[in-house]
């Protein structure tokens, strides 16, 4: 059996406004709280913990961070890798523009399932499978190159040949000026990201727990050819 991260899925959720969560209880743990959140992420964490980065969802702070660092106002497409239970999702919604898209990535149909529940924004498409498919979920959902890409998944947890492929593929479907943001326990995402997209920016952010690195690439404009003879 080949490791989960290479397994190919094909199941894919378009959040559509019809499909409105049941509202919460009074007790908070209702299907759209965030009790239910850490429910579904501390499930998919024992189910699958070399494929997820935390057993606790980001902070507020955090998400806060990545939507500056990610530029998330000015974006028309945007690919998350690793939504988990969706509170970065939710946080990056709020903040895209009420014409782009998001198409949010995941490999845990326990995640996937969560997310198309909580979620009825009809900006977000959730696909099942794995980040090294990502150019072929942008075709089959005819979605443009993405401005950015934001990815939680822990590079430092998988394969490295597994973690080189989607640093490639990334790289690849970004447009120059494309951004590629991933938010990290440990700094291996450089190691594997650096070679496709040069030296990134970074940043701590210590009101999350754990404290994320962040890293921040812009890939640049390919260089024009020069004169001939």
Not at 59 to 77: D, G, K, Y
Not at 150 to 175: C, K, N, Q, Y
Request: charged share 20%; proline share 11%; with cysteine.
């Amino acid at each position: 059996m080949g490791h989960p991260v290479q397994e190919r899925r094909r199941d894919s959720v378009r959040i559509a406004s019809a499909s409105t969560p049941a509202a919460a209880r009074p007790d908070g743990s209702g299907p759209s709280s965030p009790w239910a959140d850490k429910r579904a992420f501390l499930s998919g964490f024992l189910q699958h913990p070399r494929e997820v980065g935390s057993v606790i969802p980001s902070s507020p702070w955090m998400e806060r961070r990545l939507v500056r660092t990610a530029a998330l106002a000015e974006a028309r497409t945007v690919v998350e890798l690793g939504p988990g239970t969706g509170g970065t999702t939710r946080a990056f919604l709020r903040a895209m523009h009420a014409e782009a898209k998001l198409l949010a990535i995941e490999l845990s149909p326990v995640f996937r399932d969560h997310l198309a529940q909580q979620q009825s924004d009809p900006r977000l498409i959730v696909q099942c499978g794995s980040a090294e498919q990502i150019a072929e979920f942008l075709r089959l959902h005819k979605m443009p190159a993405p401005d950015v890409v934001i990815s939680g998944i822990p590079f430092s947890t998988m394969p490295a040949a597994v973690a080189d492929r989607i640093a490639a593929a990334v790289a690849e479907v970004l447009p120059p000026g494309g951004r590629f943001v991933a938010y990290q326990l440990r700094p291996h995402v450089a190691r594997f990201t650096t070679p496709y997209l040069g030296q990134p920016s970074r940043s701590l952010e210590l009101l999350n727990i754990p404290p994320m690195q962040v890293f921040c690439w812009t890939k640049r404009p390919t260089a024009a050819p020069g004169p001939q003879g």
